[in-house]
């Protein structure tokens, strides 16, 4: 299992915060985190996310990987 660092969140917040248009009602930067530390499961610890054009500023797909000091093995 994976988990995002303190350092992991801010970095994926921070980037939320210039991507995203807007956050959407009912989705909250705990999703985004959950996301990232799924991902991380099927990508052998590269937690990422990826922001759909809807979401994005510039109306494109951005996918975002959370450096790997923002990352930590966790046991279940």
Same mark, same amino acid.
């Given at each position: 299992?994976?988990?995002?660092?303190?350092?992991? @969140?801010?970095?994926?917040?921070?980037?939320?915060?210039?991507?995203?248009?807007?956050?959407?009602?009912?989705?909250?930067?705990?999703?985004? @985190?959950?996301?990232?530390?799924?991902?991380?499961?099927?990508?052998?610890?590269?937690?990422?996310?990826?922001?759909?054009?809807?979401?994005?500023?510039?109306?494109?797909?951005?996918?975002?990987? @959370?450096?790997?000091?923002?990352?930590?093995?966790?046991?279940?």
């Amino acid at each position: 299992m994976y988990r995002l660092t303190q350092a992991g @969140i801010v970095t994926l917040a921070e980037f939320l915060d210039r991507t995203l248009v807007r956050q959407p009602s009912g989705v909250d930067l705990q999703a985004w @985190i959950l996301e990232a530390e799924h991902n991380a499961e099927y990508q052998h610890g590269q937690a990422y996310v990826e922001v759909p054009a809807r979401l994005h500023r510039l109306r494109r797909a951005e996918e975002f990987t @959370i450096p790997a000091e923002g990352v930590e093995t966790c046991q279940s």
